[in-house]
Protein backbone atom coordinates (compact mmCIF):
# COMPACT_ATOMS: atom_id res chain seq x y z
CA UNK A 1 0.00 0.00 0.00
CA UNK A 2 2.67 2.42 0.87
CA UNK A 3 4.76 1.55 -2.36
CA UNK A 4 1.20 2.62 -4.63
CA UNK A 5 1.01 5.81 -2.36
CA UNK A 6 4.42 6.41 -3.09
CA UNK A 7 4.11 5.75 -7.38
CA UNK A 8 0.80 7.66 -7.36
CA UNK A 9 2.64 11.12 -5.42
CA UNK A 10 5.18 10.72 -8.05
CA UNK A 11 2.89 10.29 -10.84
CA UNK A 12 0.86 13.23 -9.49
CA UNK A 13 3.88 15.50 -9.05
CA UNK A 14 5.63 14.65 -12.61
CA UNK A 15 2.06 15.10 -13.86
CA UNK A 16 1.72 18.56 -12.43
CA UNK A 17 5.40 19.82 -13.27
CA UNK A 18 4.52 18.83 -16.82
CA UNK A 19 1.55 20.10 -17.57
CA UNK A 20 2.54 23.66 -15.35
CA UNK A 21 5.54 23.70 -18.12
CA UNK A 22 3.22 23.65 -21.16
CA UNK A 23 0.47 26.16 -19.60
CA UNK A 24 3.31 28.25 -18.78
CA UNK A 25 4.36 27.00 -22.84
CA UNK A 26 0.91 27.62 -24.12
CA UNK A 27 0.17 31.23 -22.76
CA UNK A 28 3.43 32.47 -24.50
CA UNK A 29 2.01 30.89 -27.51
CA UNK A 30 -1.25 33.30 -27.48
CA UNK A 31 1.02 36.33 -27.20
CA UNK A 32 4.29 35.06 -29.73
CA UNK A 33 2.94 32.29 -31.71
CA UNK A 34 5.92 30.04 -32.91
CA UNK A 35 3.78 27.73 -35.18
CA UNK A 36 0.88 24.86 -34.97
CA UNK A 37 2.39 21.87 -33.86
CA UNK A 38 4.03 23.31 -30.84
CA UNK A 39 0.14 24.34 -29.85
CA UNK A 40 -1.31 20.80 -30.65
CA UNK A 41 1.51 19.18 -28.43
CA UNK A 42 0.66 21.35 -25.36
CA UNK A 43 -3.63 20.61 -25.96
CA UNK A 44 -2.33 16.95 -26.03
CA UNK A 45 -0.72 17.19 -22.81
CA UNK A 46 -2.47 19.45 -20.35
CA UNK A 47 -5.76 17.34 -21.77
CA UNK A 48 -4.23 13.85 -21.47
CA UNK A 49 -2.71 13.88 -18.14
CA UNK A 50 -5.08 15.18 -15.93
CA UNK A 51 -7.58 13.21 -17.78
CA UNK A 52 -5.62 9.87 -16.81
CA UNK A 53 -5.42 10.59 -13.25
CA UNK A 54 -9.14 11.53 -13.08
CA UNK A 55 -9.57 7.99 -14.72
CA UNK A 56 -7.40 6.28 -12.50
CA UNK A 57 -8.70 8.08 -9.10
CA UNK A 58 -12.63 7.10 -10.62
CA UNK A 59 -11.12 3.27 -10.90
CA UNK A 60 -11.84 2.81 -14.55
CA UNK A 61 -8.04 1.49 -14.91
CA UNK A 62 -9.21 -1.66 -12.43
CA UNK A 63 -10.31 -3.55 -15.19
CA UNK A 64 -7.75 -4.48 -16.12
CA UNK A 65 -6.01 -7.48 -15.31
CA UNK A 66 -3.55 -6.84 -12.41
CA UNK A 67 -0.21 -7.39 -13.81
CA UNK A 68 -0.98 -5.37 -16.86
CA UNK A 69 -1.84 -2.81 -15.00
CA UNK A 70 1.38 -2.81 -12.85
CA UNK A 71 3.23 -2.71 -16.17
CA UNK A 72 1.40 0.22 -17.44
CA UNK A 73 1.58 2.04 -14.81
CA UNK A 74 5.29 1.15 -14.32
CA UNK A 75 5.99 2.90 -17.66
CA UNK A 76 3.69 6.08 -17.45
CA UNK A 77 5.50 6.45 -14.13
CA UNK A 78 9.14 6.16 -15.66
CA UNK A 79 8.05 8.08 -18.94
CA UNK A 80 7.15 10.92 -16.21
CA UNK A 81 10.33 10.69 -14.53
CA UNK A 82 12.21 10.65 -17.52
CA UNK A 83 10.48 13.77 -18.84
CA UNK A 84 11.22 15.47 -15.66
CA UNK A 85 15.53 14.45 -15.35
CA UNK A 86 15.52 15.40 -19.08
CA UNK A 87 14.37 18.55 -19.10
CA UNK A 88 16.10 19.82 -15.89
CA UNK A 89 19.31 18.47 -17.36
CA UNK A 90 18.65 20.24 -20.65
CA UNK A 91 18.11 23.06 -18.77
CA UNK A 92 21.35 23.16 -16.71
CA UNK A 93 22.83 22.15 -19.81
CA UNK A 94 22.51 25.17 -21.63
CA UNK A 95 23.02 26.99 -18.37
CA UNK A 96 26.48 26.04 -17.81
CA UNK A 97 27.41 25.01 -21.52
CA UNK A 98 28.64 28.86 -22.19
CA UNK A 99 30.30 30.19 -25.41
CA UNK A 100 33.84 30.55 -24.93
CA UNK A 101 33.59 33.82 -27.90
CA UNK A 102 36.33 34.48 -29.97
CA UNK A 103 37.81 37.99 -29.62
CA UNK A 104 36.89 39.86 -32.80
CA UNK A 105 40.60 41.08 -32.83
CA UNK A 106 41.30 37.84 -33.48
CA UNK A 107 39.22 37.13 -36.13
CA UNK A 108 40.47 37.55 -39.10
CA UNK A 109 39.59 40.16 -41.85
CA UNK A 110 38.04 37.84 -44.19
CA UNK A 111 35.23 36.64 -41.62
CA UNK A 112 31.48 36.06 -42.85
CA UNK A 113 28.70 36.38 -39.50
CA UNK A 114 25.95 33.85 -40.87
CA UNK A 115 23.04 34.92 -37.95
CA UNK A 116 20.35 32.65 -37.66
CA UNK A 117 16.61 33.97 -37.59
CA UNK A 118 13.72 34.17 -34.99
CA UNK A 119 10.58 35.63 -35.02
CA UNK A 120 9.26 38.87 -37.18
CA UNK A 121 6.53 41.12 -35.10
CA UNK A 122 3.39 41.95 -37.26
CA UNK A 123 4.72 45.34 -37.61
CA UNK A 124 7.47 44.00 -39.66
CA UNK A 125 10.15 44.87 -36.80
CA UNK A 126 12.52 42.02 -35.07
CA UNK A 127 11.16 40.03 -32.27
CA UNK A 128 12.58 40.13 -28.95
CA UNK A 129 14.72 36.74 -29.42
CA UNK A 130 15.55 38.38 -33.23
CA UNK A 131 16.50 41.38 -31.98
CA UNK A 132 18.86 40.63 -29.64
CA UNK A 133 20.37 38.33 -32.07
CA UNK A 134 20.88 41.63 -34.60
CA UNK A 135 21.96 43.92 -32.07
CA UNK A 136 24.64 41.44 -31.39
CA UNK A 137 25.47 41.26 -34.79
CA UNK A 138 25.53 45.06 -35.38
CA UNK A 139 28.39 45.22 -33.05
CA UNK A 140 30.38 42.10 -34.02
CA UNK A 141 29.95 43.78 -37.98
CA UNK A 142 31.42 47.44 -36.58
CA UNK A 143 34.45 45.50 -34.56
CA UNK A 144 35.04 43.89 -38.13
CA UNK A 145 34.53 46.28 -40.84
CA UNK A 146 35.57 44.30 -43.84
CA UNK A 147 33.28 41.35 -42.73
CA UNK A 148 30.21 40.72 -44.25
CA UNK A 149 27.37 38.53 -43.09
CA UNK A 150 24.74 36.08 -44.00
CA UNK A 151 21.04 36.77 -42.72
CA UNK A 152 19.00 33.58 -42.73
CA UNK A 153 15.13 33.24 -42.16
CA UNK A 154 12.25 32.32 -44.11
CA UNK A 155 8.74 33.63 -44.22
CA UNK A 156 6.42 32.17 -42.20
CA UNK A 157 3.02 31.63 -42.41
CA UNK A 158 2.46 34.41 -39.46
CA UNK A 159 5.00 36.52 -40.69
CA UNK A 160 4.90 39.80 -42.86
CA UNK A 161 7.79 39.01 -44.44
CA UNK A 162 10.80 37.24 -44.47
CA UNK A 163 13.10 36.94 -41.81
CA UNK A 164 16.05 37.53 -43.63
CA UNK A 165 14.79 41.18 -44.94
CA UNK A 166 13.65 41.98 -41.87
CA UNK A 167 17.14 41.66 -40.70
CA UNK A 168 18.65 42.99 -43.51
CA UNK A 169 16.69 46.38 -42.63
CA UNK A 170 17.48 46.01 -39.42
CA UNK A 171 21.12 46.16 -39.79
CA UNK A 172 21.19 48.63 -42.27
CA UNK A 173 19.22 51.03 -39.84
CA UNK A 174 21.93 50.43 -37.42
CA UNK A 175 24.59 51.38 -39.87
CA UNK A 176 25.72 48.60 -41.73
CA UNK A 177 26.64 48.84 -45.17
CA UNK A 178 23.66 46.65 -47.52
CA UNK A 179 26.35 45.66 -49.35
CA UNK A 180 27.78 43.82 -46.19
CA UNK A 181 24.89 41.92 -46.21
CA UNK A 182 23.26 38.88 -48.08
CA UNK A 183 19.96 37.11 -47.26
CA UNK A 184 18.83 34.05 -47.13
CA UNK A 185 15.22 33.78 -47.18
CA UNK A 186 14.29 30.24 -47.55
CA UNK A 187 15.21 28.04 -44.09
CA UNK A 188 12.20 27.41 -42.55
CA UNK A 189 14.56 26.41 -39.98
CA UNK A 190 18.35 25.50 -37.93
CA UNK A 191 19.06 22.92 -40.11
CA UNK A 192 18.06 24.89 -42.75
CA UNK A 193 19.70 27.81 -41.62
CA UNK A 194 22.81 26.04 -41.72
CA UNK A 195 22.39 24.00 -44.63
CA UNK A 196 21.55 27.31 -47.02
CA UNK A 197 24.25 29.51 -45.74
CA UNK A 198 26.87 26.97 -46.39
CA UNK A 199 25.97 26.43 -49.93
CA UNK A 200 25.90 30.52 -49.95
CA UNK A 201 29.19 30.32 -48.55
CA UNK A 202 30.19 27.66 -51.04
CA UNK A 203 28.61 28.78 -54.29
CA UNK A 204 30.06 32.74 -53.46
CA UNK A 205 33.45 31.62 -53.26
CA UNK A 206 33.96 31.90 -49.64
CA UNK A 207 35.30 28.97 -48.31
CA UNK A 208 38.53 30.79 -47.73
CA UNK A 209 36.45 33.10 -44.66
CA UNK A 210 35.84 31.94 -41.35
CA UNK A 211 32.49 31.12 -40.54
CA UNK A 212 31.28 32.96 -36.88
CA UNK A 213 27.56 32.18 -35.99
CA UNK A 214 25.48 34.27 -34.36
CA UNK A 215 22.49 33.32 -32.24
CA UNK A 216 20.62 33.06 -29.26
CA UNK A 217 22.73 32.17 -25.88
CA UNK A 218 20.66 29.46 -25.15
CA UNK A 219 20.02 28.13 -29.34
CA UNK A 220 24.40 27.84 -29.48
CA UNK A 221 24.23 24.44 -27.54
CA UNK A 222 21.97 23.01 -30.18
CA UNK A 223 23.45 25.58 -33.34
CA UNK A 224 27.04 24.00 -32.18
CA UNK A 225 26.22 20.54 -32.10
CA UNK A 226 24.33 20.59 -35.45
CA UNK A 227 27.48 22.34 -37.20
CA UNK A 228 29.35 19.55 -35.75
CA UNK A 229 27.46 17.00 -37.07
CA UNK A 230 26.91 18.73 -40.62
CA UNK A 231 30.98 18.83 -40.63
CA UNK A 232 30.43 22.72 -40.72
CA UNK A 233 33.96 24.56 -38.69
CA UNK A 234 33.10 27.94 -37.10
CA UNK A 235 32.79 30.12 -34.27
CA UNK A 236 30.01 30.49 -31.95
CA UNK A 237 28.53 33.99 -30.00
CA UNK A 238 25.69 34.36 -28.42
CA UNK A 239 23.29 37.12 -28.03
CA UNK A 240 21.85 37.31 -24.68
CA UNK A 241 18.84 35.81 -23.34
CA UNK A 242 15.54 37.29 -22.28
CA UNK A 243 14.56 37.52 -18.43
CA UNK A 244 14.64 34.19 -16.52
CA UNK A 245 11.08 33.50 -16.67
CA UNK A 246 11.01 33.84 -20.54
CA UNK A 247 13.69 31.94 -20.79
CA UNK A 248 12.40 29.21 -18.56
CA UNK A 249 9.50 29.15 -21.45
CA UNK A 250 11.64 29.30 -24.41
CA UNK A 251 13.80 26.26 -22.66
CA UNK A 252 10.27 24.39 -23.20
CA UNK A 253 10.35 24.86 -26.35
CA UNK A 254 13.56 24.02 -27.04
CA UNK A 255 13.01 20.82 -25.12
CA UNK A 256 10.80 19.80 -27.79
CA UNK A 257 13.22 20.82 -30.47
CA UNK A 258 16.20 18.34 -28.92
CA UNK A 259 13.52 15.63 -28.77
CA UNK A 260 12.78 16.39 -32.61
CA UNK A 261 16.29 16.10 -33.06
CA UNK A 262 17.17 12.92 -31.91
CA UNK A 263 13.82 10.70 -32.58
CA UNK A 264 13.48 12.46 -36.29
CA UNK A 265 17.39 13.85 -36.92
CA UNK A 266 16.28 17.34 -37.97
Known amino acids: MKK ?12 LFMVTNYILYLFKQF ?11 CI ?17 FDRLPRKLFAVL ?12 ASFLFLCGFIAFNSVSETPTEELPEKTVFVTLGAK ?8 IVLRRRLVRTAELMKDCPEAICIVSGGQGSNEPISEAQCMRDFLVSRGISADRIIMEDKATDTIENLKFSS ?9 NYRA ?30 STPFMLYITLVREYMSYCKLFLWGR
Open 31 to 41: IWSEGVLPVVV
Open 212 to 241: AFVTSKFHTPRVQFLCSRMGIDGVFYGAPD
Open 199 to 207: KIIKDRGLE
Open 120 to 127: VSADKSPG
Open 44 to 60: MVITLLPLMIILYKKGV
Open 4 to 15: TRFVDRIIFFTS
Open 73 to 84: KGIYCFGLCFYV
